[in-house]
């Protein structure tokens, strides 16, 4: 029977506990049930990622009864802006940021502002690119509470009672995270726009980083709370006589980047050990330049929290030439297999596996099987023999794009998506990117999983990921030596996402045809360096060389005298021998993906057995529902939370909606619609006796921006 809503959170909460207890005291090995579900003071949850709460006042019988309770404006969105932030939420006080990358403290009741923090006054004014956020992190030892964030290349401390820096953290309350990578290079992309995680008085961080050859390598870091110092550094691409050195070309390997962690990690604060997931190394698509494996990107690492020392790693892609990062923190979860309880780890990916593995020693719970793959024809690459398949747990999506797969809603799509195949190979998804032809992705670029991440129940041992079914399209082209310096440059820079031919894929990534209507060489030197939306900052590029490239894009006429020696400053610089034409799904000309449905799903799976519990579509396109085409899915970012009351909630999709779930069937139970699309994680939390669910609704990936916190309750 559910418990009265009107009952005391407190007692309910003491229950739970004792039940929490009593679990623990019957199973012999060290439990993930001993800690605190009930609030929501990390990202993910709690350190392991679980997304789950143990709040169960909003369940099964009422959820239909949720209405809103307040509403946060930020007022800060722009045209193509986000809100990938999840809150958390400390003693009553809610801690978020905005589109803008603002930092402030609500009152978790009200949504009531209690203070607010512009990083950029900081900053000396400097209304810099800060790129998209998805939360801070919150540290306290006795009086002294701070939250931690990054903008930029920079991290901060923040005074959690006020919003005021602490000047003592850094260099007057910030430092900057270009510096101490044990590189001779000093000027990247760098953003760090997934939180850290705490352990002891240390912060470990990641960053995301470009995706060309310009990129910094993605070494993982730890930074004393209190004073902003570097602790330790783990080099995901390992330095000469260091682990894993001999599976990079010992040729170019100290001028490759990437390797890194942009999607978070997760901690057994018990062990002392945090789980690191990483990236591609650059450049993403042509490996010509890294022969080998490429230890440590595309690979799940255990490192020891309070040295950065490595204690087991597993790598999922082998010198990658796909874009198939590792996508989230991995979930820490407890399962039975066999009749013994396993302490374990589980990494959700792009290709739509669930690789899981015993949480100290690394050891798969299923056998992962190394198996031949299609081999690479472009002149210079190198592709590994064979890529990792685990046999469980199930696949939580299609794994492959064939002909039976095209979209048949219409016979006028149907038409369409084939033009768009002519020359296009597809139904393997590990084919290689060719110059002879296209290959379809998929699983694509974007998923499978994505960076919202999967919730676990703990109470169930039942995994929740949601996932797109969307086929991308890969063309390659060989990178000549262009007369235009500065069109090269845009290529480097700019061509993964606007193309080659700058005609860009709408409405994500816009044309960047006809700037001279809408931008003098001025303005757009400005807009390269600062970026705007959910476009970078190039500010690390050297001033000739965006000056170059403006004249360039404005389509001024080549200044003779900008040889190439003068943008790399008597330094060699690696520029890919092909590049990819442009991130490109495989869409019809209304914009709907090229594949039968479902677009995007939500799945439960019983990590105990690796099958699959149920499956539904997530999310719709009301005109198709309209015309009796079922329920079909949409592309979807963020992720899902489960709870004790027996729900998962979700928003994520493109109509604009959030969701509940019956976790244990799938059914629908409910569902409301937000001022823009929620593409981030909900947060659960209570207070004053009370059940709160808050998703930020900051719109973006196509659909309309926004500038919202939405909370729902129960009615009093």
Known sequence: MPINPTQPMLLRNLILALIGLFFHSCTPSESLQTLDYSGWATFGGTKDAARYSSLDQINKENVKDLQLAWTFNTGDATERSQIQCQPIVVDGVLFATSPQVNVFALDATTGKLRWRFNPFHLLGGQNSWAGTNRGVTYWEEGEDKRILFTAGNWLMALDAKDGRPIESFGEGGKVDLQKDL?????????????????????????????????????????????????????????????????????????????????????????????????????????????????????????????????????????????????????????????????????????????????????EPVWPIEERAVPQSTLPGEASWPTQPHPTLPEPFMRMTFSDKEILKLSPEWEKDIR??????????????????????????????????????DPTSQTLYVNANEIPWIVRMTANPEFENIGQRSYVNYCGNCHGIDRKGNPPAFPSLMGLKNKYDAASLDMLIKNGKGAMPAFSHIKEEERKIMVDFLLGKALDPSAEKKELEGGKERLFPQFNLQGYSRLLTEDGFPGIQPPWGTLTA????????????????????????????GTENYGGPAVTAGGLVFIAATKDEKIRAFDKDTGDLLWEAPLPAAGHATPAVYEKDGKQYLVIACGGGKGTKSGDAYVAFALPD
């Open 182 to 362: 044990d590189t001779d290079l000093e000027e990247f992309l760098i953003v760090s726009n997934t939180p850290g995680i705490i352990y002891k008085d240390k912060l470990i961080i990641g960053m995301r980083l470009s995706e060309g050859l310009d990129a910094a390598p993605g070494h993982v870091r730890a930074y004393d709370v209190k004073t902003g110092k570097r602790e330790w550094i783990f080099h995901t691409i390992p330095h000469p006589g260091e682990f894993g050195n001999d599976t990079w070309d010992e040729a170019h390997r100290d001028k490759i980047g990437g390797a890194n962690n942009w999607a978070g990690m997760s901690l057994h604060e018990e062990k002392g050990i945090v789980y690191v997931p990483t990236g591609s190394a650059t450049y993403d698509f042509w490996g010509g330049y890294r022969h080998g494996e490429n230890l440590f990107a595309n690979s799940l690492i255990a490192l020891n929290a309070e040295t950065g020392e490595r204690i087991w790693h597993f790598q999922a892609v082998h010198h990658d030439m796909w874009d198939r990062d590792f996508p989230a923190n991995p979930n820490l979860i407890r399962i039975k297999k066999d009749g013994k309880w396993i302490d374990a780890v589980a990494q959700t990916s792009k290709q739509g596996y669930v690789f899981v593995f015993d949480r100290t020693t690394g």
């Open 419 to 456: 033009g768009k195949l002519e020359n296009v190979e597809s139904g393997n998804m590990w084919l290689p990117p060719s110059q002879e032809h296209g290959i379809v992705l998929f699983p694509g670029m974007d998923g499978g999983a994505e960076w919202g991440g999967a919730s676990f």
């Open 605 to 632: 799976m019983n990590m105990n057995t690796g099958k699959i519990k149920w499956q539904v579509p997530l999310g719709e396109y009301p005109e198709l529902t309209a015309k009796g085409i079922p329920i079909t």
